[in-house]
């Protein structure tokens, strides 16, 4: 989640199934293949066969991959990527400008020392007797024309400095522009999402202001904290947070079975994100300007997702919080 929001502005979506944060999947063609996931089609299989067997299949399937990923060409570079780029062609414009001022100060220099020239040509013409100047002509006429040139050339000159400002000016306009229409993101808050898939109930939501920066010790402290004693599955994507070696500690300590969804196929993990839709379409809505603001507001979501009645309940009509009280009474 981006640090800071206005009420009503898109959210943006990115996806950890792969491993590595994506804007998208490109859209394709699927191949026929026999994924792990088949084995929930079974019915003859109860929740806890079919999630063993998905695991088991899943770690069969499982080799180190070597192949290179290629970089797409026409994907468009990241917001920060961008403005990276427009204050780069900013300061290059910046210090175009101040070599074209440092020109212009030494042509105006030799203009003023030319002004100078002609008036002390003037000042000594108009001390000169009428027979001097008449012996001098062919050379009065030779600086006039020389000072008509002069002018001439200075005039020129102005235009073209005219020109380079409207164009400057058009130039900086655009790039003030195009700064504009960028997101405004200066910091992101990354919030872990911890939700059961029997109750529906949301188990937590903690916040993190390292954003991008998060560590798995960070996720795996917040883990110990909210998962409960009797869990016996837990499910995720394959981001580098839940592969890394204290994650596997954490499994091993509250002996928990870790399953890691299909890559690039997040419906693998539909509960959970039908619920960050859930989440992004609450907050879209919100407004806040830092991480304890967003925080009250994701305490205030969890008491209203727990309490509202969820349809993908198996009792109609009960929110997660009464569905689980009704299971514990079972």
Same mark, same amino acid.
Request: glycine share 4%.
């Given at each position: 989640?981006?640090?800071?929001?206005?009420?009503?502005?898109?959210?943006?979506?990115?996806?950890?199934?792969?491993?590595?944060?994506?804007?998208?999947?490109?859209?394709?063609?699927?191949?026929?293949?026999?994924?792990?996931?088949?084995?929930?089609?079974?019915?003859?299989?109860?929740?806890?066969?079919?999630?063993?067997?998905?695991?088991?299949?899943?770690?069969?399937?499982?080799?180190?991959?070597?192949?290179?990923?290629?970089?797409?060409?026409?994907?468009?570079?990241?917001?920060?990527?961008?403005?990276?780029?427009?204050?780069?062609?900013?300061?290059?414009?910046?210090?175009?400008?101040?070599?074209? !001022?440092?020109?212009? @100060?030494?042509? *105006?220099?030799? +203009?003023?020392? #030319? =002004?100078?020239? %002609?008036?002390? $040509? /003037?000042?000594?013409?108009?001390?000169?007797?009428?027979?001097?100047?008449?012996?001098? !002509?062919?050379?009065? @006429?030779?600086? *006039?024309?020389? +000072?008509?040139? #002069? =002018?001439?050339? %200075?005039?020129? $000159? /102005?235009?073209?400095?005219?020109?380079?400002?409207?164009?400057?000016?058009?130039?900086?306009?655009?790039?003030?522009?195009?700064?504009?229409?960028?997101?405004?993101?200066?910091?992101?808050?990354?919030?872990?999402?911890?939700?059961?898939?029997?109750?529906?109930?949301?188990?937590?939501?903690?916040?993190?202001?390292?954003?991008?920066?998060?560590?798995?010790?960070?996720?795996?402290?917040?883990?110990?904290?909210?998962?409960?004693?009797?869990?016996?599955?837990?499910?995720?994507?394959?981001?580098?947070?839940?592969?890394?070696?204290?994650?596997?500690?954490?499994?091993?300590?509250?002996?928990?079975?870790?399953?890691?969804?299909?890559?690039?196929?997040?419906?693998?993990?539909?509960?959970?994100?039908?619920?960050?839709?859930?989440?992004?379409?609450?907050?879209?809505?919100?407004?806040?300007?830092?991480?304890?603001?967003?925080?009250?507001?994701?305490?205030?979501?969890?008491?209203?997702?727990?309490?509202?009645?969820?349809?993908?309940?198996?009792?109609?009509?009960?929110?997660?919080?009464?569905?689980?009280?009704?299971?514990?009474?079972?």
């Amino acid at each position: 989640m981006p640090a800071s929001h206005e009420a009503e502005v898109k959210l943006p979506a990115v996806s950890g199934s792969s491993g590595r944060l994506v804007i998208e999947r490109p859209v394709g063609v699927e191949e026929q293949h026999q994924y792990p996931g088949c084995i929930f089609a079974d019915d003859n299989l109860d929740y806890t066969e079919a999630m063993l067997g998905y695991v088991t299949a899943s770690l069969e399937q499982e080799k180190p991959s070597t192949e290179t990923i290629p970089l797409e060409t026409s994907e468009q570079p990241s917001p920060k990527a961008q403005k990276q780029a427009l204050h780069q062609a900013e300061a290059e414009l910046r210090h175009e400008r101040r070599q074209i !001022r440092q020109r212009r @100060q030494q042509e *105006d220099e030799a +203009w003023r020392a #030319l =002004r100078h020239e %002609r008036r002390s $040509q /003037q000042v000594e013409r108009s001390s000169q007797s009428d027979v001097d100047r008449i012996a001098q !002509r062919d050379q009065h @006429q030779a600086q *006039d024309r020389h +000072w008509q040139q #002069l =002018r001439l050339q %200075r005039q020129q $000159q /102005q235009q073209q400095r005219t020109q380079e400002d409207a164009q400057w000016r058009e130039q900086r306009q655009n790039l003030r522009e195009r700064l504009s229409a960028l997101p405004i993101v200066t910091a992101w808050i990354a919030i872990l999402v911890i939700t059961d898939n029997c109750t529906r109930q949301c188990l937590g939501l903690p916040l993190f202001v390292a954003g991008p920066r998060v560590t798995a010790d960070m996720v795996a402290q917040a883990l110990r904290v909210l998962l409960p004693p009797e869990l016996l599955f837990l499910i995720s994507d394959r981001g580098v947070h839940f592969k890394a070696h204290v994650f596997r500690e954490l499994m091993r300590s509250e002996e928990f079975i870790h399953v890691l969804i299909a890559r690039h196929r997040p419906q693998s993990n539909g509960i959970a994100e039908r619920f960050v839709r859930s989440l992004k379409e609450w907050l879209a809505t919100k407004s806040w300007n830092n991480d304890d603001e967003l925080a009250e507001l994701l305490a205030d979501f969890i008491l209203h997702y727990n309490d509202r009645p969820h349809q993908g309940i198996a009792i109609p009509g009960l929110s997660p919080n009464e569905f689980a009280g009704r299971i514990w009474l079972m």
